[in-house]
């Protein structure tokens, strides 16, 4: 991420309630995993938190209002930012809570995706499902469907508790646009510092996927044509030169499972421009003498 490219926007983010679940009510209260019981409610024209006590013996609560001091340690703990008023405190780690505590579906990371940028249910309603679709391809790269595959498969990986799910969209969202650090500190509330620390990181959570999915086997005995192949230059700041795309970048070698959707593939990165396609399949030219190709070439991984 080059540059100044990752200050935290005044209005909160937007809430990411799904369309389907019920809408919280006045009283909604945020559970922590802190403090014995503890409450924070919004009951109350003046957004005042309640602070309930409860004891093991059922013993009567005494009620008295946090102060921020207290707020900021629940949301410190939800790893949840903590600047903002008491009021702002108090919405924000209820909404974490009312979020983390629903099961997450397609159509829930649907409705998530799109809440960063202004979809909000309303929005979202008037549309058919295939425009909200169209619309988180155009943010994300992806569907839905396979975010949540991604975002499921990082969490059975590493832990549940580790993989955020605003994170993980935030993530996805820079690999697809590319956005500046402060580009994306706009609508995902975070400071560029943070911007920059989270997308590094679970880049290498998702790259580290890899191993688990992208696995050369799979096929059938009767299969006589296993897998489709081809190299795509990806655009970037270096110095190889690629001729085929007219700019620099570097090289990656792609091959498809032919009965299957799957990626059973990838190569790279190479320079770009520094070698043919057929080269990069075969580990060296026509001439090149077997002995000398590379042996991590694709088309030693084939049968004999």
Same mark, same amino acid.
């Given at each position: 991420?080059?540059?100044?490219?990752?200050? $935290?926007?005044?209005? &909160? $983010?937007?809430?990411?309630?799904?369309?389907?679940?019920?809408?919280?009510?006045?009283?909604?209260?945020?559970? !922590?995993?802190?403090?014995?019981?503890?409450?924070?409610?919004?009951?109350?024209?003046?957004?005042?938190?309640?602070? %309930?006590?409860?004891?093991?013996?059922?013993?009567? *609560?005494?009620?008295?209002?946090?102060?921020?001091?207290?707020?900021?340690?629940?949301? %410190?703990?939800?790893?949840?930012?903590?600047?903002?008023?008491?009021?702002?405190?108090? =919405?924000?780690?209820?909404?974490?809570? #009312?979020?983390? *505590?629903?099961?997450?579906?397609?159509? *829930?990371?649907?409705?998530?995706?799109?809440?960063?940028?202004?979809?909000?249910?309303?929005?979202?309603?008037?549309?058919?499902? #295939?425009?909200?679709?169209?619309?988180?391809? *155009?943010?994300?790269?992806? &569907?839905? =469907?396979?975010?949540?595959? $991604?975002?499921?498969?990082?969490? %059975?990986?590493?832990?549940? $508790?580790?993989?955020?799910?605003?994170?993980?969209?935030? !993530?996805?969202?820079?690999?697809?646009?590319?956005?500046?650090?402060?580009?994306?500190?706009?609508?995902?509330?975070?400071?560029?510092?943070?911007?920059?620390? =989270?997308?590094?990181?679970?880049?290498?959570?998702?790259?580290?996927?890899? #191993? /688990?999915?992208?696995?050369? /086997?799979?096929? #059938?005995? /009767?299969?006589?044509?296993?897998?489709?192949?081809?190299?795509?230059?990806?655009?970037?700041?270096?110095?190889?030169? /690629?001729?085929?795309?007219?700019?620099?970048?570097?090289?990656?070698?792609?091959?498809?499972?032919?009965?299957?959707?799957?990626?059973?593939?990838?190569?790279?990165?190479?320079?770009?421009?520094?070698?043919?396609?057929?080269?990069?399949?075969?580990?060296?030219?026509?001439?090149? &003498?077997?002995?000398?190709?590379? %042996?991590?070439?694709?088309?030693?991984?084939?049968?004999?």
């Amino acid at each position: 991420m080059a540059g100044s490219r990752l200050r $935290v926007p005044s209005s &909160p $983010v937007p809430r990411t309630v799904p369309p389907s679940s019920d809408r919280p009510s006045a009283t909604a209260r945020a559970r !922590t995993s802190r403090g014995g019981g503890r409450r924070l409610s919004t009951k109350g024209g003046s957004g005042a938190a309640a602070d %309930r006590q409860s004891t093991e013996n059922s013993a009567p *609560s005494s009620d008295r209002p946090l102060d921020n001091k207290e707020l900021q340690a629940l949301l %410190r703990g939800s790893k949840l930012k903590i600047s903002g008023s008491k009021i702002e405190l108090i =919405k924000r780690l209820r909404e974490h809570d #009312e979020s983390s *505590s629903k099961p997450l579906d397609e159509n *829930s990371m649907l409705f998530h995706g799109l809440c960063v940028f202004q979809f909000d249910a309303e929005r979202q309603g008037r549309v058919t499902k #295939e425009k909200n679709v169209e619309r988180f391809k *155009s943010y994300y790269g992806i &569907p839905p =469907k396979t975010a949540l595959a $991604v975002y499921e498969g990082l969490r %059975r990986k590493h832990n549940a $508790v580790v993989v955020e799910l605003k994170y993980f969209l935030m !993530t996805l969202n820079w690999i697809k646009l590319y956005k500046t650090e402060t580009q994306l500190s706009g609508p995902w509330g975070f400071c560029e510092d943070h911007v920059r620390a =989270k997308c590094k990181e679970y880049a290498k959570l998702i790259q580290s996927l890899k #191993e /688990d999915k992208i696995v050369f /086997d799979g096929f #059938e005995e /009767d299969e006589i044509h296993w897998i489709t192949v081809d190299t795509v230059n990806f655009l970037a700041q270096a110095k190889w030169y /690629d001729p085929k795309s007219h700019s620099s970048g570097l090289k990656y070698e792609f091959a498809m499972s032919i009965r299957r959707p799957n990626l059973v593939w990838m190569r790279g990165p190479l320079p770009a421009g520094e070698m043919h396609d057929g080269t990069m399949y075969r580990g060296g030219t026509k001439k090149t &003498p077997m002995k000398d190709r590379d %042996r991590n070439a694709l088309y030693f991984m084939l049968p004999k």
